[in-house]
């Protein structure tokens, strides 16, 4: 079982920076890939940014040049900095783990195994 807890969230204005971070714990080990979800109110979720064990990244390409999700060696943790922040970017933003396949994790075609219960990030215009 793995354990996943952000922070970082909160209210910023338009062009403003924010950086999540998730803090992971328990059966780390069993992870191949993490990434950042998003759920804005009466939209679907959607995969904002994910990462595997290698370092390779994919990204939305909503957020691709405003984003940058990393990791410290051993999955202890999890970021995501994003700049140029908009109001679109508004939703509760999700961590969460994968132990299947990296690439397939990584694009978001395999379902994560392991969530956080989320925080949320407004950006007022």
């Known amino acids: 079982q793995v354990h996943l807890v952000e922070s970082g969230g909160g209210l910023v204005q338009a062009g403003g920076s924010l950086r999540l971070s998730c803090a992971a714990s328990g059966s780390i080990f069993s992870i191949n890939a993490m990434g950042w979800y998003r759920q804005a109110p009466g939209k679907e979720r959607e995969l904002v940014a994910a990462i595997d064990y290698y370092g390779s990244t994919n990204y939305a390409d909503s957020v691709k040049g405003r984003f940058t999700i990393s990791r410290d060696n051993a999955w202890n943790t999890l970021y995501l900095q994003m700049n140029s922040l908009k109001p679109e970017d508004t939703a509760m933003y999700y961590c969460?783990?994968?132990?299947?396949?990296?690439?397939?994790?990584?694009?978001?075609?395999?379902?994560?195994?392991?969530w956080g219960r989320g925080t949320q990030v407004t950006v007022s215009s």
């Open positions: 969460a783990a994968c132990r299947g396949v990296q690439i397939m994790c990584v694009q978001g075609l395999y379902d994560y195994d392991y």
